[in-house]
Structures are given as C-alpha cells and as structure tokens.
C-alpha cells in the first residue's frame, strides 16, 4: 500500500488521543512486553500513528518450530481478548503477533470520527502486517472486525498467508441483510451514553466476567473522546450495495472465491449473530472445502474470552494438519 502523493505544504494534521500507560498497569493475565510502529496517518495527513502490536515467541531459538500467526480482534476489544490463546500458542512452538487496531487498545487514537474509514483501516492494517513488521507465511486467526478487515488484506496480499482460522465474524459487501442483532448493535453503538466497552465485551460472552476484566476491557477509553474509533466502527460496515467500501469488498470476494488457501471456520454455538459468515465461507471458498471446521461450545461472541485454550489447540491442530 502506498498513499497517493500530495503537493508539498498542504498536509494537515489531526488531533490524535493516547492512552496513558498507567491505565494499563496490574492487567489481570496481561504480561506481555509491548511493542510499537510509527505508520502514516493517510493520504495528505502529517500527523504519523503509534500502533501497539504483541510479539510472543518461544522463550529458546531451538523450540521455534511453529508458524506466525496473527491475531485480529473485532469491535470494541483489543490484544487483550487474546490473553488465554497466545500462551498455549507459543508453547506449542508458535509465534503470536496481536495488533491493537488503531482506536482501540494501546494504539493511537483519532479524535475525529471522519478519520477512520473503512479503507484507512485496512491501509493501518496492512501497513503494519507488512511494511513495518515484514510477515510472511502468516496463520491468520480473525473474529469480529478482524474478520471484514483481515478478508480484505488477505485478497490483498495472498502471498503472505498460509491459511486462515476464522470464528464469528462475516465479510458483507452491503447485497446482503445483517439481521436484527446488528439493527440493534447499530442503535446502541451511537445512543448509549456513557458507551460501556467492558457491559459490551461481558454481554457478548457466556461467562459472568469479573470486574477487573470489566475495568480491562474499558481501560483503553478514559473517556469518551477516546472513544471515536469504537462508535464509527459499526457505522463503517457494508449495510447497501452503494456504501463506500461495498465495491472493494466485492472485488475481494472475486478473489476469495478463487483460493484454495486452507480456511477453517471456529465459530461458537452462542454467538449472538454476524450475518451466516460461516456457511457462506464454507460454500464460497474452496479452500474451506474438506476443512475440519468446528463449534466451540459453551462460548458467546467473545469466543477467546470464553474458551481461549480451546481455541488456542483448534489453531494449533488446524496448523499441524495443513503443513
């Protein structure tokens, strides 16, 4: 990805809020060492961003015998979702790499609204996957946003990636009607008032989360001008065939149709809807054909937040099974 030239002296800049360290300090099952990369705001923007990414690896050179596989969290979570998935991974012989999208978790956050679209957040995306971070040979696992972006990369730049583990999530291209859980995932995204990330994450789970995971997964928003990434995400996804990211995602189903890259589908048995992403990844893309593909049960939305090891060994499998 390359944004287009501007001519010299015209960029502005965007006003962009930061998270203070010490809101993330005593996570409860967070102890991993951050890590960040500078990428360009956009096309014609000055103003650079500061993405937060987790890089676990087996702690001896010798037992890196795995794959790279990066985590994508959806709406509104962050690498912290993944706390229970990546310790079984790297033990396993894998290396994790867990992004924060930008607004959410410990990366940077736009204050304006208008900044993130759904084409800025792929470039952020891709920028980071690729340009900063250079994978390769890349297990993707994607839920939830990490799903309409990661799709969207992979049809991209399918030569980076070896295979793809998906779990509710879905790639609308705005020909298709969302249901009724989203109509009211819309609603609530933009009335509530204050927008409770840590009621959100806990309504989409099976299990009564604790207040300390609660206080976790509200710690990245200290208050609502952190939150303009979290509100617009809902109002960036396709809902007609004439929105702004319906034709790309259109081009890229061209190609996902084509692939025969493996892709498993671990969706949960209570997920609370995301359109049938799982039936029509497995009619649509060949390689989903012949997968082993699984329900974890007993695991809401937030599947990772339900049944992180179960998933954790579902990756892994799925992994050792299509070397």
């Known amino acids: 990805m390359v944004y287009a030239e501007v ?6 800049s965007i006003a ?3 998270t203070p360290e010490e ?11 951050p890590h960040y990369v500078d990428i360009q705001a956009g096309a ?8 937060h990414y987790l890089d676990e690896r087996p702690a001896e050179p010798s037992q890196e015998s795995g794959e790279t596989i990066l985590l994508l969290h959806g709406e509104p979570s962050w690498s912290f979702l993944y706390r229970h998935v990546i310790p079984p991974l790297v033990e396993a012989g894998h290396r994790c790499v867990a992004p924060d999208l930008i607004g ?3 990366s940077d956050k736009p204050i304006d609204r208008f900044v993130y679209t759904y084409e800025a957040h792929v470039d952020w995306l891709a920028h980071t996957v690729f340009d900063h971070l250079g994978l390769r040979d890349i297990t993707m696992v994607c839920q939830d946003w990490g799903g309409l972006l990661g799709l969207r990369v992979l049809a991209e730049h399918r030569d980076r990636f ?8 879905s790639f609308p291209t705005g020909d298709q009607d969302l249901g009724g859980s989203f109509a009211l995932w819309l609603q609530l995204s933009q009335r509530s008032n204050p927008f409770d990330i840590g009621q959100v994450v806990d309504r989409g789970t099976v299990t009564d989360l604790d207040p300390a995971i609660l206080a ?4 990245p928003f200290p208050d609502e001008s952190y939150l303009a990434g979290a509100r617009q995400f809902p109002l960036l996804v396709p809902l007609a065939p004439f929105d702004d990211a319906a034709a790309a995602n259109r081009r890229a189903w061209d190609i996902l149709e084509t692939m025969q890259t493996p892709f498993l589908c671990a969706f949960s048995d209570n997920d609370y809807g995301v359109g049938d992403g799982a039936r029509v990844f497995r009619e649509h893309i060949p390689g989903a054909a012949g997968q082993p593909h699984v329900t974890i049960v007993n695991a809401g939305h937030f599947v990772q937040e339900d049944q992180g090891p179960v998933l954790a060994g579902t990756i892994d499998e799925f992994i050792r099974s299509t070397r």
């Open 16 to 18: 962009v809020a930061r």
């Open 162 to 169: 070896r295979r793809v583990i998906a779990t509710n999530t």
């Open 44 to 51: 014609g923007i000055s103003t650079r961003l500061r993405v």
């Open 23 to 33: 809101r993330f300090e005593g996570l409860p099952d967070y102890p991993f060492a």
């Open 7 to 12: 001519p010299a002296g015209t960029e502005r």
């Open 104 to 106: 959410f978790g410990k």
């Open 216 to 219: 976790a997964y509200n710690a």
